[in-house]
T-cell receptor, first 115, second 115 residues
Framework: NAGVTQTPKFQVLKTGQSMTLQCAQDMNHEYMSWYRQDPGMGLRLIHY???????DQGEVPNGYNVSRSTTEDFPLRLLSAAPSQTSVYFC??????????????FGAGSRLTVL | AQSVTQLGSHVSVSEGALVLLRCNYS??????LFWYVQYPNQGLQLLLKYTTGATLVKGINGFEAEFKKSETSFHLTKPSAHMSDAAEYFCAVSDKSSSASKIIFGSGTRLSIRP
């Protein structure tokens, strides 16, 4: 079982470039989400999805886009990268029926540096 | 809106000493509460969770936490620290009323263990 797979693990971008962080899970989880982790700020929710075709904003959505065309995949797009988006990004999923009690399974993280 | 406050960004204890990591939450409805642990360069994994029933919850690696509604707290404890407990610990909250059931994390507490 691969669990939650994130690619790439490391990425360096220049300001204004675009890129997509990929997230795939093989557990048939309905709920998927993206967090960013910054020192002293913990994990902050960027976007989440409760099923294919359904997405919603989290705490810090500005500058990021998501889509959910399949149950397995939940890519995170940066359309015009800014230095403030330098962070470690985590994808996490949990099973349905979607409930607050269900436990998140995390990917290993993607470290992004924007110069 | 839900929120989590973790008191102390860094806690240092001696090996064999009591570990106490503090977490207070804010939620307008009954919460689900979690503690996750992050070892260096890894994603997060669940330590324990409170959903309903017994307010003292036991988790992995000898950790436990007690839900105190009157104090809006969910502090994490371990009677005797081990070197392998050095990690970052995150408290998180979700709620029972929202169909989205997103999980909000605190800012984290880094636990160091002195030999």
């Amino acid at each position: 079982n691969a669990g939650v797979t994130q690619t790439p693990k490391f990425q360096v971008l220049k300001t204004g470039q675009s890129m997509t962080l990929q997230c795939a899970q093989d557990m048939n989880h309905e709920y998927m989400s993206w967090y960013r982790q910054d020192p002293g700020m913990g994990l902050r929710l960027i976007h989440y999805s409760v099923g294919a075709g359904i997405t919603d904003q989290g705490e810090v959505p500005n500058g990021y886009n998501v889509s959910r065309s399949t149950t397995e995949d939940f890519p995170l797009r940066l359309l015009s990268a800014a230095p403030s988006q330098t962070s470690v990004y985590f994808c996490a999923s949990k099973p349905g029926p979607v409930s607050g009690a269900n436990v998140l399974t995390f990917g290993a993280g993607s470290r992004l540096t924007v110069l | 809106a839900q929120s989590v406050t973790q008191l102390g960004s860094h806690v240092s204890v001696s090996e064999g000493a009591l570990v106490l990591l503090r977490c207070n939450y804010s939620s307008s409805v009954p919460p689900y509460l979690f503690w996750y642990v992050q070892y260096p360069n890894q994603g997060l994994q669940l330590l324990l969770k409170y959903t309903t029933g017994a307010t003292l919850v036991k988790g992995i690696n000898g950790f436990e936490a007690e839900f105190k509604k009157s104090e809006t707290s969910f502090h994490l404890t371990k009677p005797s620290a081990h070197m392998s407990d050095a990690a970052e610990y995150f408290c998180a909250v979700s709620d029972k009323s929202s169909s989205a059931s997103k999980i909000i994390f605190g800012s984290g507490t880094r636990l160091s263990i002195r030999p």
